[in-house]
């Protein structure tokens, strides 16, 4: 009715002065901002936390009459700093995306084929209890796993341990960060954190390998980057394609893809053979640099300039470069590692040449982690469980689980059988490479059900569905923060939960409840438990609900003082040049380098990356991001296309060596990338109907990834060993 | 009376297009249409490359041809520098469009008139940046009174050599742009 009312009438109506609650409940929604401007209605601002990444970002959302209208960036927040990028700007776009999931749905048809019944939640959430109790009988509650990613995890992790599995998969790790984590823990006995505590406003020299900041998009650290460009810092870039800090670095090395550790290697040659290494840093907090010079002693920049078609001279001059500037220098060590298989030992090789720098602890170098943190709380422990199957044979796997680890084991049904799997916040579809192994595990699968936000591809292979509503409508854990300073964050809801959907929270307690686990979820609701929480944590909740963010005072000692000694969780307790750990596992204690496959002749190698405005698949459907970056397109060397016969914007399929095809796909020819390569900007090609404007949107990089080398350090799945071939298309008219 | 400019300093933009966004929010720009915008242009070829990434918007020209080409007086160019528009005069016959030389309006289908950037007056008047300006994550857009020598824009303008678009059209813009090019000098 409300949409009925002319602009004429309107401003008739408004006119007058009795303006007042009546009209303004009645006002269609484009009419709000005019509405503010008359100063009919006024605008509510509440702080909550961002989700459209993973960077949490405090957010400041301005509501007019119940409506969300602009979200901006909280300015006590460090991770927004009173900025969002494009991407929370539109955050909105997800809550008002006419595509949501809108009410629990149980599956009536085959599994993919997209036929299900509403439901409601008392039904959906029994027949999920119902089932996994029944699992719980037959196999054991390890026979449950839980995919997830983001802010579910705080909620349905504690339900799993609860439920008494420890099968727990992140994509977060084996498919990104893991790798990376795992190289620097076994450096300096700690990762580099999220945010990454990297310094780059106070760099001489910074260096990016293979990370494309600013099309990769963390707020903050963007933030930190173009500073630091601004302020004349050198950026030593390495990237096959002319990224944007491509294009602003002061030396963009153009990589042959698949050998960044021969130059590492060759970089950690020279700043030894040249004696530009920190000699009383290393004497103080590192143990085995014998034996790393020994070892590196083969590398040679004129043996690097083979492999990696990076001149010799280059590569001196950088590691001078460094060298000259050390320790002010940020070895950047990137965010998603998963490359070729052997990516704990380059992140390895980043972290010994930050060591030999002497820039672990140091201005513009990786700065030191707060040592402040909150209290731990009491809770019911867990109980014991029998021995888990995420880590895989892997020595080194994270916490966070291997997820394909679990994926074989559900195929295999070894060790043990694996007959549920509940999917939160992850779409495994598009994370986790090898789709037809994702698919036959699904199928041996007595119960998997999805919480999501959208109907993403997994979620539409689900048993059944459970609606969460979006991160503007609930409350969800208090996020701290351990970067310099030591934050306590708020998410909290800005406007009620659209439909019939509810907080992540609210359904983990209801299947808690019903699994009888209820004593795990000892609140009524989640604010609840985070008012007690601040409570024990000296927090002022009160105050927090106002600001969002809460920096606590005097928690920051950032850079290495002889008052400030760092302390290295390795088994040494030192930095280990040589990794002892390493050696005694059967791995190379002083990172080694191998020869990956390249690709045949007409084929190229796919790498993939970031666009900044979107977020993996997460994003492509939201109308405000979508509008921006429909579709991706396959990047193409200019040279090649010429050789080739394609044009610019002509469609072709991409079909990898085992004869897989993606959807048709746009080519963007370029003089930006290297022959031997093409790139695809990840997360495009939904095979959700559901999804009414992503859907067969542009080409999907998973489906391509049908090989991975695994990382036997850690399991992490090294995606970028794919090559493939371009078919041209008819054009898309 | 201030006069309002924008310097946008081309290096510091990584094209995140969080200014694209938060206008469009901000000022209800519809589906498909837009204020402002980043547009990536690199020369050479590979490996010897350089990038310039651009941001486009309203240049507020002291000698603005939309101006001079609105038959109904609705274009006007306001005290403080901003070429804005009075809806209620707008008969949307796009002479407006058609004479700017930077493309910098569309005719806003949903409420009938001619549409574009406004600075964010609203904003302005306020005390706040403009929303583009306010949430560019790289600190490439600065905004200001280029009567106040110590606004960010004055400042910009006197360490900077600066250049605007399309100069031979005779536009006298007020967005400036320095360090065209993305690699450092």
Redesign the interface.
């Known amino acids: 009715m409300t949409k009925s009312i002319s602009r004429r009438s309107f401003l008739k109506i408004s006119g007058t002065t009795t303006v007042g609650l009546t009209v303004a409940a009645t006002l269609p929604d484009k009419f709000l901002l005019w509405a503010e401007e008359q100063g009919m209605i006024k605008a509510t601002y509440t702080p909550t936390l961002c989700e459209i990444c993973f960077w949490k970002c405090g957010v400041m959302a301005k509501t007019l009459n119940g409506r969300v209208v602009k979200l901006e960036g909280n300015p006590n927040h460090p991770g927004a700093r009173g900025k969002l990028c494009g991407r929370g700007n539109g955050g909105a776009g997800l809550l008002y995306d006419p595509d949501r999931l809108k009410t629990p749905m149980i599956r009536t048809g085959e599994r993919g084929d997209g036929k299900y019944r509403k439901a409601s939640w008392d039904e959906a959430l029994n027949y999920v209890a119902e089932k996994l109790t029944r699992i719980k009988q037959q196999h054991g509650p390890e026979a449950v796993a839980l995919f997830t990613h983001g802010t579910p995890t705080d909620h349905f992790l504690p339900l799993l341990s609860a439920f008494g599995s420890p099968n727990v998969g992140m994509p977060s790790f084996a498919q990104c960060r893991g790798p990376r984590d795992v190289g620097l823990e076994l450096t300096f006995g700690e990762g580099s954190g999220s945010p990454e505590r990297v310094d780059l406003i106070n760099s001489k020299v910074a260096v990016l390998i293979g990370s494309h900041l600013g099309e990769n998009m963390h707020n903050s650290q963007v933030q930190d980057y173009t500073e630091a460009i601004g302020k004349g810092v050198k950026f030593i870039v390495v990237d096959p394609r002319y990224s944007i800090a491509a294009g602003k670095a002061h030396a963009w090395l153009p990589i042959r893809p698949a050998t960044d550790l021969a130059l590492l290697l060759a970089w950690i040659n020279v700043i030894i053979s040249e004696g530009l290494y920190d000699r009383e840093y290393l004497q103080k907090y590192a143990d085995g640099f014998g034996e790393l010079a020994a070892a590196v002693k083969e590398y040679t920049p004129e043996w690097a300039e083979k492999e990696t078609d990076i001149p010799a001279a280059q590569i001196v001059e950088t590691a001078r470069l460094m060298g000259k500037n050390a320790p002010n220098v940020c070895i950047h060590p990137g965010r998603h590692a998963a490359w070729y298989g052997d990516d704990a030992q380059r992140s390895r090789a980043m972290g010994i040449l930050t060591a030999l720098l002497g820039s672990w602890g140091r201005p513009g170098g990786m700065y030191l982690a707060t040592t402040a943190s909150f209290p731990k709380g009491e809770s019911k422990p867990f109980p014991d469980t029998k021995a888990a199957l995420n880590l895989g044979p892997y020595p080194f796997a994270g916490a966070e689980g291997v997820t394909q680890a679990i994926r074989t084991a559900t195929i295999e049904a070894k060790p043990y059988p694996v007959k549920a799997w509940i999917v939160t916040g992850t779409n495994l579809m598009k994370s986790v490479p090898n789709q037809k192994e994702t698919l036959e595990a699904i199928g041996k699968l007595d119960l998997l059900v999805a919480v999501d936000v959208m109907p993403f591809d997994t979620v539409m292979l689900a048993d059944v569905i459970l609606p969460e509503c979006s991160y503007l409508e609930r409350h969800d854990a208090l996020a701290v923060g351990k970067g310099k300073s030591l934050t306590v964050s708020l998410r909290q809801p800005v406007v009620p939960p659209k439909f019939d959907s509810k907080p992540g929270w609210w359904i983990a307690k209801e299947l808690g409840k019903r699994l009888g686990l209820a004593e795990y979820f000892p609140w009524e609701t989640y604010e609840d438990k985070i008012k007690k929480q601040c409570q024990g944590w000296g927090v002022n909740y009160e105050e927090l609900k106002k600001l969002g963010t809460i920096t606590i005072p005097d928690t920051d000692n950032p850079y290495i003082t002889p008052a400030n000694q760092p302390t290295f969780k390795t088994a040494s307790g030192k930095i280990e040049l040589y990794s002892k750990e390493l050696k005694e596992k059967g791995f190379d204690p002083v990172p080694r380098y191998t020869r990956h496959p390249v690709p045949g002749p007409g084929e190229f190698r796919l790498v993939y990356g970031r666009s900044g405005v979107h977020t993996f698949s997460r994003t492509t459907n939201n109308p405000e991001l979508n509008e921006l970056f429909p579709e991706n397109a396959v990047w193409l060397n200019a040279a090649k296309a010429k050789e080739m016969g394609i044009a610019d914007g002509s469609y072709v399929v991409l079909e990898n060596q085992d004869g897989v095809k993606s959807n048709k796909v746009r080519v963007k020819v370029t003089e930006r990338i290297r022959q031997d390569c093409v790139y695809l900007v990840h997360g495009f090609g939904s095979t959700s109907k559901e999804l009414h404007k992503a859907y067969r949107k542009g080409a999907d990089d998973q489906q391509l990834i049908t090989r991975y080398a695994v990382d036997p350090i850690c399991g992490g799945t090294g995606m970028r060993v794919n090559f493939v071939r371009l078919k041209k298309e008819g054009s898309n008219a | 009376m201030p006069k309002y400019a924008m310097v946008i ?1 081309q ?8 200014c ?3 206008c ?5 720009v519809p ?2 249409q837009f204020r402002t915008r980043v547009i990536e242009n ?1 020369e ?4 010897l ?3 310039e ?1 651009r941001s486009e918007l309203c240049n507020h020209c002291d000698n603005p041809p939309c101006v001079y080409n609105c038959p109904t007086g609705a274009s006007y160019k306001a005290d403080n520098g901003m070429v804005l528009l009075k809806h209620n005069r707008c008969v949307g016959c796009k002479s407006c469009v058609a004479a700017c030389p930077y493309d910098a309006r569309y005719i806003n289908e ?2 009938g008139y001619a549409d574009k950037c406004t600075f964010c007056d ?1 904003r302005v008047k306020e005390g706040k940046e403009p ?1 583009c300006v ?7 857009r600065v905004f200001g009174d280029l009567e106040d020598p110590k606004s960010p824009v004055s400042v910009a303008l006197r360490e900077n050599h600066a250049e605007v678009l399309l100069k031979s059209a005779g536009t006298k813009p007020r967005v400036y742009y320095v360090k065209k090019f ?3 000098e």
């Not at chain 2, 290096?11 to 969080?18: K, L, W």
């Not at chain 2, 469009?24 to 209800?28: A, H, L, R």
Request: aromatic share 2%; glycine share 8%; hydrophobic share 35%.
């Open positions: 300093n290096r510091r933009c990584v094209a995140c297009m969080a694209v966004v938060a469009k929010k901000e000022n209800e589906p498909g690199t050479g070829t590979f490996p490359l350089r990038m990434l949903e409420k609203h929303a306010a949430t560019c994550l790289g600190k490439s993305s690699k450092p």
